[in-house]
Nanobody
Framework: QLQLVESGGGWVQPGGSLRLSCAGSGFSLAGYGIAWFRQAPGQEREGIASIERAAGNTAYANSAKGRFAIDRDSTRNSVYLEMNNLKSEDTGVYFC????????????????????WGQGTQVTVST
């Protein structure tokens, strides 16, 4: 069974940085599209960034452009979300998700496109 394990969350002051990790347990992430989602209290899950399985094309939510970067490291079997210049509105639980279908999607930040989810890691941005 595919399992995703997130780590790297925590508390940070506004303007700070965090790097989230998503590791595959028992399988290789290299053959799958991976995305990061954020869910703030009382809000729907929001797609933040995605990376395709093959060409490695990336997509970002407007709120993440210029501040966040998604990348994968096949040697570590992980996908990362580098978050810089964090704001209070970035607070939430961050989930990584895996897309099982090997075809490209026009909506890479839509939660419905993803088949497997990690347990999430909390990110809190506050003074």
């Amino acid at each position: 069974q595919l399992q995703l394990v997130e780590s790297g969350g925590g508390w940070v002051q506004p303007g700070g940085s965090l790097r989230l990790s998503c590791a595959g347990s028992g399988f290789s992430l290299a053959g799958y599209g991976i995305a990061w989602f954020r869910q703030a209290p009382g809000q729907e899950r929001e797609g933040i960034a995605s990376i395709e399985r093959a060409a490695g094309n990336t997509a970002y939510a407007n709120s993440a452009k210029g501040r966040f970067a998604i990348d994968r490291d096949s040697t570590r079997n992980s996908v990362y979300l580098e978050m810089n210049n964090l704001k209070s509105e970035d607070t939430g639980v961050y989930f990584c998700a895996l897309r099982d279908l090997p075809v490209r999607t026009l909506t890479p930040l839509a939660a419905v496109e993803y088949d497997y989810w990690g347990q999430g890691t909390q990110v809190t941005v506050s003074t």
